[in-house]
């Protein structure tokens, strides 16, 4: 994905306003509300939807209790992790929007519902966003968009065939929120390595039954805060049942058929350390494909 010339290159103020504007109409439900570019892809948990579909219909209300952006001005793209309302239900979503001349061309959402594709969500009202994900990075902690990227994308090396080789660099610090649930350096029930962080978990050969981390894509860097926001697929076959973890422990798998997970996934990374995850991912079709990857524009009429 190319970069945007000095003449398109946006503001974080516009893209925010742009993202705004769009969970606005969503809570509306009304999409005549918003400028959109004369072609547009919009993304519901990986399948093309013509707009005002999927969500739109059905949500009740977008709580702004949760607001977590970051823009990629010389891209046009924006991000936002909140929460959306459905009936009785509050589900965990992930928002991407790519601009174009001031008109959204792009939309890509993960909504992840509690009685549909999981896993989880969890969802508190009381959490807001982590500092971290929220602050600038101070110019000299900085590393570049493509070492942003490269860190995320050695995350995903070191969780395919998790065999306990770390491909990129955690703070100490280092945790992980998937689906509003923190798994790292916390307690979870029936789940003992929560209490380990980034590192540790991986070291561990954890996640050995992630068969594949494919069609991987970065849309966004957001240099000044240090953000780069993933797309991709985590694959798992299911056929392997019985571990054996680094330290010679024995361990069953949690995954026994085959499915994929597709995810919008964020990462903070100073220098040169990741020092925060944060994903929206949910349950798909094995080895689904993704419609990004040669996508066919909805023509807005």
């Given at each position: 994905?190319?970069?945007?010339?000095?003449?398109?290159r946006t503001t974080r103020a516009a893209l925010y306003a742009h993202a705004d504007a769009y969970l606005d109409a969503l809570a509306a439900k009304d999409v005549s509300r918003l400028p959109w570019a004369e072609h547009v892809v919009f993304t519901e948990n990986n399948v093309q939807l013509a707009l005002g579909d999927g969500l739109w219909n059905t949500v009740d209300a977008v709580p702004r209790d949760y607001d977590l952006k970051a823009a990629d001005v010389d891209r046009g793209e924006v991000c936002w992790f909140?929460?959306?309302?459905?009936?009785?239900?509050?589900?965990?979503?992930?928002?991407?929007?790519?601009?174009?001349?001031?008109?959204?061309?792009?939309?890509?959402?993960?909504?992840?519902?509690?009685?549909?594709?999981?896993?989880?969500?969890?969802?508190?009202?009381?959490?807001?966003?982590?500092?971290?994900?929220?602050?600038?990075?101070?110019?000299?902690?900085?590393?570049?968009?493509?070492?942003?990227?490269?860190?995320?994308?050695?995350?995903?090396?070191?969780?395919?065939?998790?065999?306990?080789?770390?491909?990129?660099?955690?703070?100490?610090?280092?945790?992980?929120?998937?689906?509003?649930?923190?798994?790292?350096?916390?307690?979870?029930?029936?789940?003992?390595?929560?209490?380990?962080?980034?590192?540790?978990?991986?070291?561990?050969?954890?996640?050995?039954?992630?068969?594949?981390?494919?069609?991987?894509?970065?849309?966004?860097?957001?240099?000044?805060?240090?953000?780069?926001?993933?797309?991709?697929?985590?694959?798992?076959?299911?056929?392997?049942?019985?571990?054996?973890?680094?330290?010679?422990?024995?361990?069953?798998?949690?995954?026994?058929?085959?499915?994929?997970?597709?995810?919008?996934?964020?990462?903070?990374?100073?220098?040169?350390?990741?020092?925060?995850?944060?994903?929206?991912?949910?349950?798909?079709?094995?080895?689904?494909?993704?419609?990004?990857?040669?996508?066919?524009?909805?023509?807005?009429?």
């Amino acid at each position: 994905m190319t970069v945007n010339s000095a003449a398109q290159r946006t503001t974080r103020a516009a893209l925010y306003a742009h993202a705004d504007a769009y969970l606005d109409a969503l809570a509306a439900k009304d999409v005549s509300r918003l400028p959109w570019a004369e072609h547009v892809v919009f993304t519901e948990n990986n399948v093309q939807l013509a707009l005002g579909d999927g969500l739109w219909n059905t949500v009740d209300a977008v709580p702004r209790d949760y607001d977590l952006k970051a823009a990629d001005v010389d891209r046009g793209e924006v991000c936002w992790f909140g929460h959306v309302v459905e009936g009785p239900d509050t589900s965990v979503m992930c928002l991407r929007l790519k601009v174009v001349a001031d008109r959204i061309a792009e939309v890509e959402t993960i909504v992840c519902r509690p009685h549909e594709l999981g896993p989880f969500p969890e969802v508190d009202p009381a959490r807001r966003p982590r500092p971290v994900l929220l602050e600038d990075v101070p110019e000299q902690r900085r590393v570049g968009r493509e070492r942003v990227i490269s860190m995320a994308d050695g995350y995903f090396d070191t969780l395919q065939l998790n065999d306990g080789t770390l491909f990129t660099h955690f703070t100490d610090d280092c945790d992980r929120i998937e689906n509003g649930l923190q798994t790292t350096r916390t307690q979870i029930e029936g789940y003992p390595i929560a209490a380990m962080g980034c590192a540790d978990q991986f070291r561990l050969g954890q996640y050995k039954y992630d068969d594949r981390l494919r069609d991987r894509r970065y849309p966004l860097v957001d240099e000044e805060k240090g953000l780069v926001l993933a797309a991709g697929f985590i694959d798992h076959a299911g056929k392997l049942i019985d571990l054996t973890w680094t330290d010679g422990s024995q361990h069953k798998s949690i995954f026994h058929f085959p499915h994929s997970f597709v995810l919008l996934e964020l990462f903070k990374v100073i220098d040169g350390k990741l020092a925060a995850v944060e994903a929206v991912f949910v349950t798909v079709p094995y080895n689904m494909p993704s419609p990004w990857i040669a996508p066919q524009p909805y023509v807005v009429r």
